[in-house]
């Protein structure tokens, strides 16, 4: 069965450190691959997607993803994380007919100044 | 640009009444869909829709309804609510597979 897991549920972080958080899917193709945030009381927002070509995309804010296939991941990275960037995360896969994205259980990424 | 815009954004029912929830997207996106958000669950699809008059059951289509009379419009009806249905709902609309727009939601409590 297609699924996207996000192993972690809750992850803080201190201001100016390094984040990653983690999604692995599960699906019988090589899929689109999308992450997700979403800042309280809001709908989500596109951060960044894979379809082909170079594993490693850049999104907006300052996050990039890497594609490995072999591991059927997709971690989202950020080098320096801001206060602002507190909030969850989801990471989606898809490539049904109609455009249906499958989400993972989200993260929520806490900031410590 | 309004993009995604669902009514209403708040909403308390009894057990047993009904309700519309409205999409309406102004991208001439063709592809609309529902989904509710629950703690710990992520979004589950409830239903989607690939065109103006089309639709098709998502994940958790029970105890839902939904029209796409027009193509900008997606709405979601619950005939007899119940309290498992209290959720935040999100529409969000596509053009194909380049990723979704959605509306603010609509926090739905049932008691």
């Known amino acids: 069965a297609q699924s996207v897991t996000q192993p972690d549920i809750h992850i803080t972080v201190s201001e100016g450190a390094s984040l990653e958080l983690r999604c692995n899917y599960s699906y019988g193709a090589t899929p689109y691959l999308f992450w997700y945030v979403q800042s309280p009381g809001q709908g989500l927002q596109l951060l960044l997607k894979?379809?082909?070509?170079?594993?490693l995309v850049q999104g907006i804010k300052g996050f990039e993803a890497e594609f490995k296939r072999s591991q059927s991941s997709f971690n989202l990275r950020k080098p320096s994380v801001h206060w602002s960037d507190a909030a969850e995360y989801f990471c989606a896969v898809g490539r049904t007919q109609g455009g249906k994205l499958i989400f993972g259980q989200g993260t929520e990424l806490s900031v410590k100044p | 640009n309004a993009g995604v815009t669902q009514t209403p954004k708040f909403r308390v029912l009894k057990t047993g009444q009904s309700m519309t929830l409205l999409c309406a997207q102004d991208m001439n996106h063709e592809y609309m869909y529902w989904y509710r958000q629950d703690p710990g669950m992520g979004l589950r699809l409830i239903h989607y829709?690939?065109?103006?008059?089309?639709?098709a059951k998502g994940e958790v289509p029970d105890g839902y309804n939904v029209s796409r009379l027009k193509k900008q419009n997606f709405l979601l009806g619950l005939e007899s609510a119940a309290p498992s249905q209290t959720s935040v709902y999100f529409c969000?609309?596509?053009?194909?597979?380049?990723?979704?727009?959605f509306g603010s939601g609509t926090r739905l409590t049932v008691v």
């Open positions: 969000a609309s596509s053009y194909s597979y380049y990723g979704y727009t």
């Open positions: 829709s690939v065109g103006e008059g089309t639709t």
């Open positions: 894979y379809f082909s070509g170079d594993t």
